[in-house]
């Protein structure tokens, strides 16, 4: 029995809700300008992160890229005794299989670099030796231009 008078003394104590005294509740105008700049400050540090993101993507894309294209040109250069006279010739001989877009300008126009470092006493034409990037912009990571790369 003392269970249930213990239950009664509880439901007893208590408060009954308060009578509407015309008083509204709600948030006060300070507070939701809080809220709000809270939100737009952790929306703007989300999109500077995802910004960074997106800029080191692309520059291990790039990376990547001029990797493949430059093995693809010394593989050409030993096979057939003669350096390849353009992007192209490693396409049409199976080399590459396309030429990749730039990540950085977004299109497939690479800056060739011709070597005139003979590869045999015989050889008397020169061609690519290497490929760099086509843009101008300075990667933000260790400040080189991406045509250096």
């Not at 007893?12 to 709600?26: D, F, K, L, Q, Y």
């Not at 995802?50 to 250069?77: C, F, H, P, W």
């Not at 049409?92 to 690479?110: G, N």
């Amino acid at each position: 029995m003392r269970f249930g008078v213990q239950i009664r003394l509880r439901v007893a104590n208590r408060r009954a809700p308060a009578e509407n005294t015309g008083a509204a509740r709600g948030f006060t105008l300070l507070e939701l300008m809080i809220v709000l700049a809270i939100i737009v400050i952790l929306a703007s540090i989300g999109v500077m992160r995802y910004q960074g993101a997106v800029q080191g993507s692309r520059e291990a894309v790039l990376k990547t890229d001029l990797r493949e294209m430059r093995e693809a040109i010394q593989n050409y250069t030993r096979d057939k005794q003669a350096a390849p006279n353009s992007l192209d010739d490693l396409v049409s001989e199976h080399y590459l299989a396309s030429i990749p877009v730039d990540p950085m300008t977004r299109s497939p126009d690479w800056t060739p670099q011709n070597c005139s470092d003979l590869l045999s006493p015989d050889q008397t034409s020169t061609g690519l030796c290497d490929v760099h990037s086509s843009s101008d912009q300075v990667s933000p990571t260790d400040n080189t231009p991406y045509s250096s790369w």
